[in-house]
């Protein structure tokens, strides 16, 4: 079957999917590793023929499950023994999608016609019709778009709910062709909200986003303390954050070494537990910064999506190691990467996923861990519960959450956040041009800081002529940040910074915690508006680029240019 | 015996020595191994016994010889068996250290008083006396200036011919204090010029100094072709070229790890003979740029002070492996770092030498190679004969040359170049506040690019609008380039080069040839001044800073801001 015809499982053919025929329609999302033709077909083989009822699926015929059984039953088992999530309709109000005078009406039968290129693609949401072909190109979400071609758009939406936003809903509605007719509106008050079993959260996080949520701490928490409180973490989803009602042991992930192996978590006990003190950062963070240049696609992060933590585990490399993976075994394959993917689901049961270089799992200095605990309690839900990778010094989208299953491949993976996202670009590529296969995707991360303490407009006193200023450094790859630079003249002088000992302490090339850094920071004489300026240097001496513009990305990501925060003195 | 007394060996006690009961005096330069209190005692007490006459030492009572014998014999026996260089006056003109009207007469007797600090410091040059108490703290060679404590500083001078430039003249007459007495006054044309058995180099190398010789080749030259010539590659030499007169087979270095060994270049070429392409670059080059913010010390290099050459020998670590070396026996014995000394001598004896962390060592990936080939050719003298480390990724001045000694430690080398040079600073830093033992020796170099066509101020013929313009981009540590932004409108618009495969197809981690790129660069039309702007991105997603200004430091080196050339358009 061809990904072209793959990719139309629409929103309007999941709603009149015979459940009982389903057949294997699953969005391919990686290149099964070694001889096996695709993952998607593996899974479908292995899990198809178990009965849905076994695995305790709630929510009768929501759209949810519908959509996991047109995906030939890969949503269904891909949950394992998480719980499913439900859909349902948010209730929010809001003025896109409403009926607009003057445009053609058109019936669900003629969008649903309109499913492909050739025949253009249209969508409808809430009581729009819209022609977006000439947008699938430039989806940031690539052609998971086509997954609502023909049909409509609004249950997807309920999933990556980030799409609700006043931006993109404009952006949609230059689209708009026409109304769709009324008795055609789908009306889904029966399904439930798959973001109804989300975790209570601590109320200090800020949510970038609800629904997946996102959220960061403010910055003056941030660097309290060396160790990142687990309530104050980051959070970065991407989907509804699955269910896990244990007993722990029982947790299982399926490793696709040389063949298929399902480890519990008590196998993975078994290995002795190491740690590793790791700052994690979202690629993401300070986007903020980068999007006062021009305008990027992303969650509005402030400096606090990072955290550094105690992570603690089964050493990968050990467990590969006991799966019969070796320098030989490894070059004989033909191997180059590692794939992940977790047990959060899209709608149409793809799940979150991502790889890493094979280079990074063989290299013992690598500290690669399956973490169960946090700071030396069990993970929390949101922190990937009740099991996640550890990859120090690289992105936290490799970092993956609710570890499904690992595998093994000559190929990169094909996934979404591998492929179409987390990839930095020139600063003249946009929407317009850009090609993502031509930008390898982010791993280790490159230097970066900022000022936590004071915070932007805020009002200070000096101490002896000086403003205390507090804020973190770090560097991807293990680099351990030598030096912090802060200046309060524009760069006109620069003043070092005391770097806190958690950080200077590490062995060279495992730097994987972050650097809080201190100082009392001379200002001008007189100033009343001082704009403090912070850069850091690593320990192969790259330091961070001076102005967002010069590093700007569509995507805003790796947001690493100097820090600056203006205050006034009072 | 305490440091500050050793230090107190000047060309005065020289000249009085008498050579029969020379006693140890000599400098320390690096702290021995594991249990052993002094490399040079350990010298001592193994080569003073040795009659000198054997080592066919030659220029009779030369200054040379004289400073090697005060040394306790080192520097005779540091030789080894390559032929050493002795010493003459270079006849050159100048106007300083000339008899000045008005200033006190001393004698050297006198001058020879003034060896410290409590009875000030003074020196004399030529005709000069000089009292330089207040420099030694601020000297960019540390407190090897104390060598000519109480006494002359030419014949030092002679060595570091480096100092031989107007500015560190015209700042060394600002300490003249008077003159010296007319009998006093050295005759030292019996001596020869340590120098004088230089190799002889290709044209096309431009010298920065030539004594000791540094020199590059033109940036044209340079990117012609992926592998460097041998005859083209730049020469970073810090001290007179030592000559080896074979067989090969008999060349020796000493190993110190458990014990002492000497292995021969018979016992070294026993091992499997492996190769790495690998960019060597020194820590100096661009400094021209970087100097243009304000001045620095240091030799002035343009963007041709590095070059790629397949490099061919033993690797180190099975050598190690060979002698004992294990992970276990490194942490047992507390080792941290791997010490590297050459056969290229000052004029006390003492080798140039460095050290790198033992991480890189102990790591099969560093692919750290003993070289005696350089592009399938045996190394020629400038580039090391006959043996060399070659420590991919990392600064050229650890990749030592003429290898006479490899040792492990607990410490890092504790030699000039180790703790007094080779380190990044904050641009408020200056000689009046550096404290070298605050900042960390460089070692993995961070990103660079430079463009090598068109040159600075040259006419270009645009092709369809564009100026062809190509270059090269590196990273240390094995980070490779992935992307090159070239911009003719000051960074408004960016467009991407192309990479040169030899670049790309390397393995992850690995990366350590250089990248060379050529774009034909779009210019604003109707422009006549353009100037051309490139940035080089590595796998980290680290990127170089923008100006020279916030990364200048006072020794000029990591010189990676953006490289900037202006053409005029014909």
Not at 447 to 460: G, L
């Amino acid at each position: 079957m061809a990904l072209s015809h793959l990719l139309r499982v629409t929103s309007q053919h999941l709603r009149i999917a015979d459940v009982g025929s389903a057949s294997p329609r699953r969005i391919l999302v990686s290149v099964f590793p070694l001889t096996k033709p695709c993952q998607g077909q593996q899974k479908n083989k292995s899990t198809a023929t178990k009965p849905r009822s076994e695995k305790g699926y709630q929510g009768g015929r929501s759209l949810w499950s519908l959509i996991a059984v047109a995906g030939g039953g890969i949503g269904v088992y891909g949950l394992w023994k998480m719980r499913e999530p439900v859909l349902a309709l948010s209730e929010e109000e809001d003025r896109w999608g409403k009926f607009r005078e003057g445009l053609p009406t058109y019936s669900m039968a003629e969008v649903s016609k309109h499913s492909d290129k050739n025949s253009r693609i249209w969508m409808t949401y809430k009581e729009g019709v819209y022609d977006v072909t000439d947008f699938v190109e430039i989806h940031p979400g690539g052609e998971r778009i086509l997954m609502a071609a023909g049909g409509s758009m609004d249950p997807f939406w309920d999933i990556y709910a980030v799409h609700k936003n006043p931006a993109v809903l404009d952006m949609m509605e230059e689209y708009r062709i026409g109304n769709l007719q009324k008795e055609d509106v789908v009306q889904r008050s029966d399904s439930a909200d798959p973001y109804s079993k989300e975790p209570v959260r601590h109320p200090a996080l800020i949510a970038a986003s609800k629904k997946p949520f996102n959220a960061e701490t403010s910055s003056e928490l941030l660097v309290e303390t060396f160790i990142t409180s687990n309530d104050l973490f980051y959070v970065r989803n991407h989907m509804p954050v699955p269910t896990f009602e244990g007993p722990d042991d029982k947790y299982e992930v399926m490793f696709e070494v040389s063949s298929e192996k399902t480890l519990t978590m008590a196998d993975i006990k078994k290995l002795p537990k190491v740690s590793v003190t790791a700052a994690i950062q979202c690629a993401g963070n300070r986007r903020s910064d980068i999007a006062q240049v021009k305008p990027v696609k992303g969650l509005s992060w402030g400096v606090a999506a990072i955290g550094n933590a105690v992570w603690s585990g089964a050493s990968l490399l050990e467990l590969m190691k006991n799966l019969g993976v070796t320098e030989e075994f490894v070059r004989q394959k033909g191997i180059k990467h590692v794939h992940f993917e977790g047990n959060d689901l899209g709608p149409d049961g793809t799940p979150y996923g991502a790889s890493i270089p094979i280079e990074f799992l063989m290299n013992p200095n690598s500290d690669i861990i399956l973490a169960y605990e946090m700071n030396g309690k069990p993970l929390s839900r949101d922190h990937g519960y009740p099991l996640r990778v550890i990859i120090p010094g690289v992105v936290g989208a490799r970092n993956v959450k609710w570890i499904s299953r690992i595998a093994l491949s000559p190929e990169e993976y094909q996934g979404q956040w591998q492929q179409r996202d987390y990839k930095g670009f020139n600063p003249s590529v946009d929407w317009n041009n850009v090609d993502f296969s031509q930008s390898p995707a982010i791993q280790e991360l490159p230097v970066t800081s900022a000022i936590c303490i004071p915070k932007e407009n805020s009002k200070v006193k000096l101490k002896k002529g000086a403003v205390p200023v507090k804020g973190y450094a770090w560097s991807g790859g293990g680099k351990k940040i030598i030096r912090v630079d802060v200046s309060a003249d524009n760069g006109k002088t620069w003043q070092t910074a005391t770097l806190d000992h958690g950080g200077l302490d590490q062995p060279r090339g495992r730097a994987w915690a972050w650097t809080l850094w201190n100082i009392d920071l001379e200002v001008p004489k007189g100033e009343k508006e001082v704009e403090i300026l912070v850069k850091a240097t690593d320990d192969n001496y790259n330091t961070q680029p001076e102005s967002s513009a010069n590093i700007w990305n569509l995507r805003g990501v790796l947001s690493n240019a100097y820090h600056r925060v203006k205050v006034t003195v009072a």
